[in-house]
């Protein structure tokens, strides 16, 4: 495989440039700056293969199995003015699109169109062709690299570090969090509890003991520091000691006892406090996970749990910050996704409504709302069960029928 990331070769790029102005209506200036952005989308796509087998394998198939419009793709990589089929390639594209990205582009289409000034059909039209150009890259240079998944993800977790070159750093993070990357590129968000969408779930209490170790830590560090103090103190020579001032304290020999104590107290009222803090919840079937006591899961746990509680419901998602001035998610926050989505796959009865107020106006209310829907479609939710609607209340309210919604 190459060594660099790239959909379109440095001696083709002159000639599409221009091609793909005239194609999407768009300055060749403003396509020339798309032009990495897309291929950072795609290789995010690939990275996230890298901790997911299955999707690894559905694009194995569909490079294998799936005709490429060869000739359609090499006349449009031409020089001369060949006739191409475009909708051929197109359809191509959505296909590798389907598979990489699955229900990411509008969100992604609104990004980069309000952060780089481009028409959303544009952007759309040329993603889905890039994705369609590397599809045939893929089939036609490197195929061989996908039959060993290994090889694949080690070569890939290579290149993670491109993704910085090729996405400019103001809409690194809304990609990053668009298509799922923080587990791969590491870009820390600081949520209280977050989750891949291929990540196993905490064990029982692996939360908890995760937060006594690190804490364990800090009490081991406190301890060597206080008793390299005491050691000072109590066994440091007559001549050191004649410099000390007489008002100087001597600190008792069984203070490293009191401070071991002091510190044990302290660790076990923090475990206590953080325990205090979270719940521990399982869904049918499935492994208990923990979240804060004051989650939207914990009443979307009880509401479907309870087969007697029959009656809509309306919950407020209060950990679902948006940033005012991005209007993406502040935090990503990705277990209230992970969870929801696993709770209402389990409880297929169940229909959801997104209410949103973003306190601006109402299409910024829906943009919003669609965010939301799109995560939770990336965790595994049928898009079909999902309605989005603005809300006469501030912030993001879950409605939710154990009747499915009437089409």
Request: hydrophobic residues 40%; contains cysteine.
């Amino acid at each position: 495989m190459n060594q660099s990331f790239y959909v379109i070769s440095g001696e083709e790029k002159s000639v599409i440039l221009n091609r793909l102005s005239d194609y999407l209506n768009e300055p060749v200036e403003k396509v020339e700056e798309l032009y990495p952005v897309w291929e950072a989308i795609i290789l995010g796509g690939l990275l996230k293969l890298v901790r997911n087998r299955i999707r690894f394998n559905a694009l194995y198939n569909f490079i294998l199995q799936k005709s490429a419009p060869i000739a359609d793709i090499e006349a449009f990589l031409a020089e001369t003015d060949q006739k191409y089929d475009e909708d051929a390639i197109l359809r191509y594209g959505e296909g590798m699109m389907g598979i990489l990205i699955p229900d990411k582009k509008s969100a992604i289409a609104m990004l980069l169109s309000r952060e780089m000034g481009a028409k959303s059909s544009a952007i759309l039209k040329g993603l889905t062709l890039f994705f369609g150009l590397y599809g045939f890259r893929l089939k036609q240079e490197e195929y061989a690299a996908l039959k060993d998944w290994k090889a694949y993800g080690d070569y890939y977790l290579g290149l993670k570090q491109q993704f910085y070159v090729l996405c400019p750093a103001r809409i690194q993070l809304g990609v990053s969090e668009i298509l799922l990357l923080s587990d791969i590129l590491r870009v820390d968000t600081g949520a209280l509890l977050t989750y891949s969408d291929e990540q196993e779930p905490l064990s029982e209490g692996g939360l908890l003991q995760n937060l006594t170790v690190n804490t364990f830590v800090y009490m081991l560090i406190i301890l060597v520091l206080g008793g390299g103090v005491i050691w000072y103190t109590a066994f440091r020579s007559t001549e050191a000691e004649e410099t000390i001032a007489e008002t100087e304290e001597i600190i008792p020999i069984d203070s490293l006892s009191k401070l071991n104590d002091s510190l044990t107290r302290a660790v076990l009222d923090s475990t206590k406090l953080r325990a205090d803090s979270l719940t521990s919840l399982i869904w049918p079937k499935g492994t208990s996970f923990d979240v804060p006591k004051t989650s939207v899961i914990v009443g979307l746990h009880q509401y479907l749990s309870d087969s007697t509680q029959t009656e809509p419901i309306e919950l407020a998602a209060n950990e679902l910050i948006f940033d005012a001035q991005t209007d993406l998610l502040d935090k990503p926050v990705d277990y209230v996704f992970k969870r929801m989505a696993e709770g209402l796959n389990r409880y297929k009865e169940t229909s959801l409504k997104i209410l949103v107020n973003s306190g601006k106006d109402e299409r910024t209310s829906l943009k919003r709302g669609f965010v939301i829907k799109n995560r939770l479609v990336g965790e595994g939710l049928s898009p079909a069960r999902i309605e989005v609607k603005t809300s006469d209340e501030n912030g993001v309210i879950f409605a939710l029928s154990k009747k499915p919604l009437l089409k």
